[in-house]
């Protein structure tokens, strides 16, 4: 249940942001969130819809994922692979040799806001 500390971290980021840029409302969010995150998206906007009534900045915003692929790295072949479909063992090679290289973020992409001034 570590979503509902992932949305309270993401406000927190955006009022941080607000703070800096003048922002008075967030009309909408994205996050870019790798598949191996361990992130469960639907329980997450769930966490979302339910924080976003507490905090006035982000009330009335939408929330949009974008799911980003997790790619590994084989350290023997030097090939990169599909995490989901291989897991740890190269699909070129065999080894287990291997690391995550992207897919585990989640990251702002992307808000769209109205400043002070408007």
Excluded at 8 to 15: I, P
Excluded at 53 to 59: N, V
Aim: a negative charge; glycine letters at 6%.
């Amino acid at each position: 249940m570590h979503e509902l500390s992932i949305v309270l971290h993401v406000a927190k980021t955006l009022d941080e942001l607000a703070v800096e840029n003048h922002l008075k409302k967030i009309g909408s969010v994205t996050l870019e969130v790798g598949e191996v995150s361990g992130i469960m998206t639907d329980y997450f906007e769930e966490c979302w819809d339910y924080f976003k009534k507490k905090d006035p900045l982000i009330e009335d915003s939408a929330l949009r994922i974008e799911i980003h692929k997790a790619v590994t790295f084989c350290e023997d072949c030097k090939q990169e692979y599909e995490t989901v479909r291989y897991g740890r063992t190269c699909p070129y090679c065999g080894s287990e040799h291997t690391y995550l290289l992207e897919g585990n973020e989640c990251i702002i992409k992307e808000i769209e806001a109205e400043d002070e001034e408007e």
